[in-house]
């Protein structure tokens, strides 16, 4: 059995590119739309920029809290940002990807997971992850079209 897992999601958000790029590449943000994430702060860089490093403290399903690093290896505003995130559960290759659409942006999440967990965990990993994505994408774009508040702490 691989222990390798692809996902992919893809969500249309009426909010101007720049705005869902500055917004989500900026992983300081990511406990507000992740509900996943405990907390996170940046230890290297300032800000979203190619080589900007954080920690989050992370609640995986059925798991106790992880500490994930998380390091930005490619980044293209307002079209791209690459990250190579690992725990204890494995090494994600996450790739956010963004394309203007008329009335806004289409914000894309592509994961090549490599697990470290046991084969039985990987099992449910794999239909956890997806369900997991689309809740943080459902909560991304309420907070992007509904709270300016929100928006701003990107700035």
Partial sequence: M????????HID?????EEVFAYVADAR????????V?????????GAALGARYTERHNPT???PKVRDLRIIAFEAPTLVRWIQED???????????????NGARF??????????SPMSVEVGRRIVPRH??????????????????RSMSN
């Fill in 62 to 64: 059925f798991m106790r």
């Fill in 133 to 150: 994505i689309r809740q943080q994408f459902a909560r991304l774009k309420h907070i992007l079209e509904t709270s300016p508040s929100a």
């Fill in 38 to 46: 405990l907390s996170c702060e940046q230890i290297e860089g300032d």
């Fill in 29 to 36: 943000n990511d406990p507000l739309w992740c509900p996943r």
């Fill in 88 to 102: 204890a559960n494995g090494v994600f290759h996450i790739d956010y990807t963004l394309e203007p659409i008329p």
């Fill in 2 to 9: 691989t222990r390798h897992t692809s996902v992919e999601h």
């Fill in 108 to 117: 894309g999440q592509h994961d090549e997971i490599d697990w470290k967990i």
């Fill in 13 to 17: 958000i009426n909010r101007p590119i």
